[in-house]
């Protein structure tokens, strides 16, 4: 079992910035993809970023590419960084382990944090 810790949501005004964690821990010896993705109000899961146990590959959905870095901070550490936030980026923002290869598939993650929210203001 692994299990994910994401940090660092609150509050920021619209063009803003955040940098969300997340800390896996438990059987971590194997090599995970890590991803995350965010979930708004009344709104389904929606994919963000994804990065391979290497962090030689990565991905984005469009809606975050360019504004939005995925990076793998060691082995078991995940972060988000966020810029130029707007406030549709209001969402609870979840980080998710797949022993696959990287994938923006919700469903090919088996393991997944609580969640952490975000809030932009205008």
């Known amino acids: 079992q692994v299990s994910l810790a994401e940090s660092g949501g609150g509050v920021v005004q619209a063009g803003g910035s955040l940098r969300l964690s997340c800390a896996a821990s438990g059987r971590t010896y194997s090599r995970y993809s890590m991803a995350w993705f965010r979930r708004a109000p009344g709104k389904e899961h929606e994919f963000l970023a994804t990065?391979?146990?290497?962090?030689?590959?990565t991905s984005y959905a469009d809606s975050v590419k360019g504004r939005f870095t995925i990076s793998r901070d060691n082995a078991n550490t995940v972060s988000l960084q966020m810029n130029s936030l707007e406030p549709e980026d209001t969402a609870v923002y979840y980080c998710a382990a797949s022993i696959s290869p990287p994938s923006s598939m919700r469903s090919r993650y088996s393991y997944w944090g609580q969640g952490t929210q975000v809030t932009v203001s205008s």
């Open positions: 990065v391979s146990w290497s962090g030689g590959q």
